[in-house]
């Protein structure tokens, strides 16, 4: 941030910022720990996709990784490497007898995102992932929802303090962060300070976990959507 702003110069000194599924948490959990300490936190606005600090309550497919939590934890596994695993995966999901078919599911709808991006985001787009994070990230399946890795500040107890306009966007067949999932981090954020939003119709499109940044209407419908709201919260 402070290198953006070196280059920027905003004539208020404040950012706007956009972040995507963990890049939402990041930016909820900013707010929060800059609520708590009663720090401006140097944003005008912000946009979450696909984000929330509390996953509990939902039907996410992350829990798909919980059993992965305590192995890596008891045999002090330094990373876990999701990328080759969907690397792997890729052939059963795309070819007969698609064995593993229903994982696009999670990663886009149906005919939403063109085969060669598809593609290349499974093939491309996913690192190992550090342990440590993934033990973290495991927080914000429980109870109190996500914590730092103490396990004594939970972000979701302080994002009310915050005072920076927020929009928050779902999707609305997200299996990874359903909308109940955004909607559990939108209710505790002053209501005069945020917007939720939600894609996607019953009869059609609808929106996966990738389909609010990748999708073929992701430009005209969403990109839209979150332009108009950051343009109507920064002025300078």
Same mark, same amino acid.
């Given at each position: 941030?402070?290198?953006i702003?070196?280059?920027?110069?905003?004539?208020?000194?404040?950012?706007? $910022?956009?972040?995507?599924?963990?890049?939402? !948490?990041?930016?909820? &959990?900013?707010? =929060?720990?800059?609520?708590?300490?009663?720090?401006?936190?140097?944003?005008?606005?912000?946009?979450? @996709?696909?984000? =929330?600090?509390?996953?509990? =309550? &939902?039907?996410?497919?992350? %829990?798909?990784?919980? +059993?992965?939590?305590?192995?890596?934890?008891?045999?002090?596994?330094?990373? !876990?490497?999701?990328?080759? #695993? @969907?690397?792997?995966?890729?052939?059963?999901?795309?070819?007969?007898?698609? /064995?593993?078919?229903?994982?696009?599911?999670?990663? &886009?709808?149906?005919?939403?995102?063109?085969?060669?991006?598809?593609?290349?985001? #499974?093939?491309?787009?996913?690192? =190992?992932?550090?342990? %440590?994070?993934? *033990?973290?990230?495991?927080s914000? *399946?429980?109870?109190?929802?996500?914590?730092?890795?103490?396990?004594?500040?939970?972000?979701?107890?302080?994002?009310?303090?915050?005072?920076?306009?927020?929009?928050?966007? $779902?999707?609305?067949?997200?299996?990874?962060? +359903?909308?109940?999932? /955004?909607?559990?981090?939108?209710?505790?954020?002053?209501?005069?300070?945020?917007?939720?939003?939600?894609?996607?119709?019953?009869?059609?499109?609808?929106?996966?976990?990738?389909?609010?940044?990748?999708?073929?209407?992701? !430009?005209?419908?969403v990109?839209?959507? /979150?332009?108009?709201?950051? &343009?109507?919260?920064?002025?300078?």
């Open positions: 941030m402070a290198y702003k070196a280059h920027t110069q905003p004539e208020d000194g404040k950012l706007v $910022a956009v972040g995507h599924s963990m890049g939402g !948490v990041l930016l909820y &959990s900013m707010l =929060s720990r800059y609520g708590f300490e009663g720090k401006d936190p140097g944003l005008a606005a912000i946009v979450t @996709l696909a984000s =929330s600090l509390d996953y509990a =309550s &939902s039907k996410t497919s992350l %829990k798909l990784l919980l +059993p992965l939590v305590d192995p890596a934890q008891a045999l002090n596994v330094p990373i !876990v490497p999701l990328g080759a #695993i @969907l690397t792997a995966a890729y052939p059963l999901t795309s070819r007969a007898p698609y /064995v593993l078919s229903w994982l696009n599911q999670m990663i &886009s709808a149906q005919d939403m995102m063109h085969p060669d991006l598809f593609k290349r985001l #499974i093939l491309n787009s996913f690192c =190992s992932i550090p342990a %440590k994070l993934l *033990l973290q990230l495991a914000a *399946l429980r109870e109190h929802g996500l914590s730092d890795r103490s396990g004594i500040f939970f972000y979701k107890d302080h994002i009310h303090k915050t005072n920076i306009p927020v929009l928050a966007i $779902a999707g609305d067949r997200d299996a990874i962060c +359903p909308p109940e999932a /955004v909607r559990e981090t939108v209710k505790l954020i002053p209501e005069k300070l945020v917007t939720y939003k939600l894609f996607g119709e019953p009869d059609g499109p609808h929106y996966a976990h990738y389909d609010l940044v990748g999708g073929r209407l992701a !430009v005209d419908e990109y839209q959507c /979150v332009v108009q709201f950051l &343009s109507d919260h920064d002025q300078k």
